[in-house]
């Protein structure tokens, strides 16, 4: 599918954009015909995820390849700044659709968890997702508001807590409160903004989860199986589209069932 898809010629931002879900995500995007601006703090891989890209799309402005990479750190608000100004001096629009997949998990009980791995996690989580929709937010109205969908990428866990993680909880409790607000704020630009709740999803980030505990819990998933990077990235295309046009503020599950 090329720029005549469904996000035909949509500039898309994707921060966490080299591994796992935001790979999925800008390979699927770039299938419905955006160009994508892939962003992460591995620009090594966020290089490698362009080069796997769907290249259909239409050109930037430049009439050069519709999709570059970006070096980014989302819980440094110079570095943010710096991305967006990059991004639109690259492409010489704002991007109007966002996801923000960056996220990391320090996992300790909480009586043994650090302070420091308590604000990193928070810091990368919660603040680079509040950075990077600021940023956006700002580059659209500042472009006369031409529309957008932001959207967060939460955890179930945020929801219902989870064994070792206290910290990744609480910074993905606290996205969706961040995501409700911003689906009030920005709706009067027509911005909307929305979350995806992801169960458990096969990436780097559950390599570090042992065998025996992802066994565990696809035997407690309802279809049995534990998810794809895909089947997240399908619920982002649909929300960066005019298909969900009227849903603002929502929090979507992609759990094939576990803990509904
Ligand atoms: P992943 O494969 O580890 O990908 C996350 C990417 O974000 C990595 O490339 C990582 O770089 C990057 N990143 C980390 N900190 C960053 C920062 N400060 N600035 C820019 N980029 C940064 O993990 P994933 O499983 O795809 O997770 C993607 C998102 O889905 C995360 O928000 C995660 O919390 C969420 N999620 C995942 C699952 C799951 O089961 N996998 C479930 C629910 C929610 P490094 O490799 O250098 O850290």
């Known amino acids: 599918m090329g720029s005549a898809g469904r996000l035909g010629g949509a500039l898309a931002l994707v921060t966490g954009g080299a591994s796992g879900i935001g790979r999925a995500v800008c390979a699927r995007l770039a299938r419905e015909g955006a160009r ?12 490698d995820t362009v080069g796997g890209l769907h290249s259909g799309g239409t050109p930037h402005a430049g009439g050069g390849p519709p999709h570059a990479a970006f070096e980014v750190d989302v819980a440094s608000a110079p570095s943010v700044t710096r991305l967006l100004a990059r991004v639109q001096e690259h492409f010489g629009v704002p991007p109007t659709i966002c996801v923000g997949c960056a996220g990391v998990t320090r996992d300790e009980f909480l009586l043994r968890l650090g302070e420091g791995d308590f604000q990193e996690v928070l810091g990368v989580n919660l603040t680079g997702t509040f950075l990077v929709t600021q940023a956006v937010a700002r580059a659209l109205v500042a472009a006369g508001a031409p529309g957008g969908s932001i959207i967060h990428v939460g955890s179930i866990v945020g929801k219902v807590g989870n064994l070792g993680q206290a910290n990744y909880a609480a910074s993905k409790a606290g996205v969706e409160g961040l995501t409700r607000t911003c689906a009030k704020e920005l709706a009067r630009f027509g911005i909307r903004c929305n979350a995806v709740l992801p169960g458990f999803i096969v990436t780097p980030m559950t390599d570090k989860v042992p065998p025996k505990v992802l066994e565990k ?15 997240v990235a399908d619920v982002c295309a649909f929300l960066a589209s005019g298909d969900s046009s009227y849903i603002t503020g929502a929090s979507v599950e992609v759990t094939g069932g576990l803990f509904m």
């Open 36 to 47: 994508l601006a892939v962003a992460d703090r591995d620009e090594g891989g966020a290089r």
């Open 217 to 231: 819990f696809a035997g407690m998933v309802p279809m049995g199986r534990l998810g794809d990077p895909q089947d």
